[in-house]
């Protein structure tokens, strides 16, 4: 087996679909939509990659063939935000032989330690959003939800013999109108928002700017300072975001509390595309466009993937009354389940909530750790 680094169009084109060996006809595996991707991982809309050192390495058996990928680097403007000195990896994938993994494990290490870090983390996500991270260790038997990973479970072996560690678990929440408590929330939400002086409402599309200023105030009030994996976002890459997803986009799934004018609170879902990206197999012809198009109205499924709140507004109903509205227009648009991740394991709060409204655990994420 040989070892190289690639780059370039052509060279994250063949580490895009290296995963296509691995899968095979895996009916859980959601391949990602190459187009889209390969501008992740070129850097377009996406800074962590267009501003940070990282690389690219495959592995190829004695035949040519790619058996396994993984990109490794070092965010360092979040080190600097965080005052400390971490690398990453991501989006690895291997052929069940340990020699492969190690052998990705060695070279992306080997190339973290030349650019001085003393600790690697990962997977992590290739946009430092939630896109992507952690292996899968709980939950193998469900299909993932969009912008989440699936992997085989000897992924778990190969980090922890190779001496990874546990850094942090994110939990996926399972949320069904069935076992939500309409009736509690139906009593208290209204009671809430009239003792505390807050009202929820629906993105504005339309005042996308106006929207996204006050997402970030509510972000930048409430992400605490102990959160090593995470920066604040500013308002431009938000905006990015929204574009970068625009087609994905439901506005009635994405909430925001206000105090008055006072912004104190978002919750953000998208619907569960993955219901029908499987089919594509990481192509996107003008045929997939036309079936994405015709399609979109039948997916029942929501991932609800970003939720903050103003710490002055925390335990006072804020978190239940956006759950509660979000489910509530989504049970009107034909969503009859969704899916709450991926939450950290120190995120007390967040979790209280969605246990609260019926949520139950039902997928575990872990990104690991280990000292250079």
């Not at 929330?185 to 009239?194: F, G, I, L, N, S």
């Not at 090593?228 to 970068?244: A, N, Y």
């Not at 003008?286 to 970003?306: H, P, Q, S, T, W």
């Amino acid at each position: 087996m040989i070892i190289k680094e690639v780059k370039g169009k052509t060279g994250i084109k063949e580490f895009i679909r290296v995963p296509y060996r691995i899968y095979g006809s895996n009916d859980k595996k959601v391949f990602s939509i190459e187009l889209l991707q390969k501008g992740t991982l070129l850097g377009k809309n996406n800074p962590l990659l267009r501003e940070n050192p990282h690389k690219f390495f495959i592995v190829y058996d004695d035949k040519g063939n790619p058996v396994g990928r993984i990109l490794a680097g070092v965010n360092e403007k979040l080190n600097k935000e965080k005052n400390q000195n971490i690398g990453f990896i991501s989006l690895f994938e291997s052929i069940n032989d340990k020699s492969v993994a190690f052998l990705l494990f060695d070279e992306a290490l080997k190339y973290l330690k030349k650019k001085g870090v003393d600790l690697v983390k990962g997977p992590a996500s290739p946009t430092e959003g939630d896109e992507d991270r952690g292996l899968l260790i709980e939950g193998f038997e469900y299909t993932p939800t969009i912008m989440n990973v699936y992997n085989p479970p000897y992924y778990v072996d190969f980090f922890e013999e190779y001496g990874f560690q546990k850094d942090t678990d994110f939990y996926a929440f399972l949320i069904t109108r069935q076992e939500m408590n309409i009736e509690r929330c139906e009593r208290a939400v209204p009671y809430a928002m009239e003792k505390f002086h807050f009202r929820i409402d629906p993105l504005d599309m339309k005042n996308l700017k106006k929207e996204v200023k006050d997402i970030h105030e509510v972000i930048v009030n409430s992400m605490p300072k102990t959160w090593t994996h995470l920066s604040v976002p500013d308002e431009g890459s938000i905006l990015t975001t929204f574009k970068k997803l625009k087609f994905f986009i439901d506005e009635s799934l994405v909430y925001i509390a206000r105090s008055n004018d006072r912004p104190i609170g978002f919750v953000a879902a998208i619907p569960d595309y993955n219901r029908i990206i499987i089919k594509l197999k990481g192509k996107l012809t003008l045929k997939g466009v036309f079936y994405l198009l015709k399609e979109r109205k039948n997916i029942d499924a929501m991932r609800i993937f970003l939720q903050f709140v103003v710490p002055e507004f925390q335990n006072k109903g804020v978190n239940s009354a956006m759950f509660y509205r979000l489910m509530l227009e989504a049970e009107k648009k034909g969503y009859i389940w969704g899916e709450g991740s991926t939450v950290a394991e120190f995120n007390e709060a967040s979790i209280r909530s969605i246990l609260g409204i019926g949520g139950k655990l039902y997928k575990t994420y872990r990104v690991y750790q280990k000292p250079l």
